[in-house]
Structure formats: structure tokens, C-alpha cells
């Protein structure tokens, strides 16, 4: 199991805003504030994902669970609205399995973000 990760970040505050935004839909929230470093978690208030003002993770692919594809299609389009390059549209992916339904986005850095469903319908 992982108990965190970390992408370096060139902007930190731009960053945190597209994350933010980003990762609402799933529930995803900053817990952590700092000068250099941001940390999201979800309702328990446990930060897993940070970002940290150091150099940028260059093609990192960090892929998020959503609660259901209606979280995934809200993902989506938040990233978009918030300065993320479209990287895959909200879709099932049955290359991976009959129900893996994901969408996929850039972030500012080039890292792939994604969020994915795995429930069916």
C-alpha cells in the first residue's frame, strides 16, 4: 500500500490551485498549507498526495479513485476549466478491463493526472 506521493512543482501556488479544483470532485481537499508544500486528503484529514516548490517529477502518471463516473466526468472538466491539457476524455477504457472508466489530463508540470471508476454504471 502507499502511504503517500510527492510531485516538485515549478509553482507551487499555481499548482495548488489547478489541484484543488482538480480534485474536489473526488473529494480530495488541502489539509496541509505550508510555504513549500501542499497536502491533500480526503474527509479524514490524512494527507497522501503533496505537492512540494522543488524540481519538477517529469511524466509522473498519478491516477485518483472516483466515487462513481459522474465524479470522473466532474474531474474532467474542473482540470480543463483550471488550466489542465485534456490527456483523455471521460470514457471506459475496456483495454484495462469492462469497467475501468477514466479521464485524463496535464497539469501544468506534464505530469498525467487521471481519475477512474472502476465500479460498472
Not at 500500500?1 to 474536489?24: P, Q, T
Not at 502518471?61 to 474531474?75: E, K, L, S, W
Not at 477514466?102 to 454504471?121: I, L, R, S, T, Y
Request: glycine letters at 10%.
Amino acid at each position: 500500500m502507499i502511504d503517500h506521493v510527492v510531485l516538485g512543482v515549478h509553482h507551487l501556488d499555481e499548482s495548488k490551485h489547478f489541484y484543488e479544483n482538480a480534485l474536489r470532485p473526488l473529494g480530495i481537499k488541502v489539509v496541509v498549507d505550508e510555504q513549500k508544500l501542499i497536502g491533500f486528503g480526503d474527509a479524514g484529514g490524512q494527507p497522501f498526495f503533496w505537492l512540494a516548490l522543488r524540481e519538477p517529477s517529469h511524466r509522473v502518471h498519478v491516477a485518483f479513485t472516483a466515487p462513481d463516473r459522474a465524479a470522473v466526468d466532474a474531474f474532467h472538466a474542473a482540470a480543463l476549466r483550471t488550466g489542465g491539457v485534456d490527456n483523455g476524455t471521460p470514457g471506459l477504457r475496456p483495454d484495462y478491463h469492462a469497467n475501468y472508466y477514466g479521464a485524463f489530463v496535464f497539469d501544468a508540470d506534464g505530469n498525467n493526472v487521471e481519475a477512474v471508476c472502476h465500479d460498472p454504471a
